[in-house]
């Protein structure tokens, strides 16, 4: 039995797949690839296909991680060949190897967002300074959603703001966000903060669309997880 973990791309299209759909997808395709791999034990076996960290509907990655374990005579290689045969295009895996680190071991991920403004009616220049404002307050309380309700958080000492850059029609954000099995906080909560956060205090300043994209996945020292 080989131990694997894959890295594979959700783009364009792909990103409005849900997490439970993409599982289905994967399940599926190993059955059509031919892929032998090993299943769960029990009353109620079931392929074993692990995703160390879910990622949000309508984000794009690059970045994906799945591990399962091939139980018969495949190499790796074979096997993310003859998978990527019968997947769709926007879902591709680029890379297998044999699993280093834990999933426990996740504790960051890497995003870019962009936020366009909207319908041209606000310059990037506004937009900009807006978020500037918005960034510089000395706490950005959100409500987040919780197993026992909801809960207030503060992003401020949470999401890492790396860089701003003022494009044509919007603003480019790159984060880091904490992830992993401790503390796993979405993007789309400051986004929405900031979204709210204009309407309050500036209402001539609106954004348009979101596009985001998950670019890297971290363990504690900041090296990749793999």
Known sequence: ????????????????????????????????????????????????LMFPLALSLGYESGCECMDFRIDGDMDMETAMAQLNRVLPPD?????????VRKHTDIAFADYTVRLDCADGTVSADALRAAWDSFTAQPEILVEKKTKRGTASVDLKPSAQIQDVRTLDAGIEVRLRMPAGTSVNLNPS?????????????????????????RTAILCEDGSDFV
């Not at 289905?24 to 009353?43: D, H, L, N, S």
């Not at 879902?91 to 699993?99: D, F, G, T, Y």
């Not at 986004?191 to 709210?196: G, K």
Request: glycine share 4%; hydrophobic share 45%.
């Open 1 to 48: 039995m080989i131990p694997v973990r894959a890295t594979f791309e959700k783009r364009r299209r792909a990103k409005y797949i849900s997490h439970l759909d993409l599982m289905r997808c994967m399940q599926r395709a190993f059955k059509r690839a031919g892929v032998p791999i090993w299943y769960t034990e029990g009353f109620n076996p079931h392929a074993y």
């Open 91 to 99: 879902l591709q895996l680029v890379r297998v190897a044999a699993p």
């Open 189 to 213: 909560l400051l986004t929405d903060a900031f979204t709210a956060w204009c309407a309050a205090n500036m209402p001539d300043v609106r954004t348009g669309m979101l596009h985001a994209e």
